[in-house]
């Protein structure tokens, strides 16, 4: 589908317009992309799973666990532990 849109000026911005039957959602991100044409494109950033990243997939979360002070038990001082 073809459609024509004018580049518009809001603020310090430009905006290309979006038309309704386009069937993009509000809030969906985009990568945007000029090319040596002159051509713009926008491409929908998808959820990125940091665990698909091998420096992630190697990760000792464990060794984190136990050595990170931040993440040990606290010592109960009340009721806190009542349940």
């Known amino acids: ?46 959820h990125k799973n940091i665990f698909d990243d091998p420096d992630w997939q190697h990760y000792d979360y464990q060794h984190d666990l136990e050595s990170d002070p931040q993440l040990q038990p606290l010592d109960l001082i009340g009721k806190e532990g009542v349940e």
């Open 1 to 46: 589908m073809r459609k024509v849109v004018t580049l518009r000026k809001s603020g310090n911005s430009l905006v290309l317009t979006v038309p309704v039957d386009l069937d993009a959602s509000l809030g969906t991100k985009y990568d945007v992309e000029t090319r040596s044409d002159g051509s713009i494109l926008y491409t929908p950033i998808g």
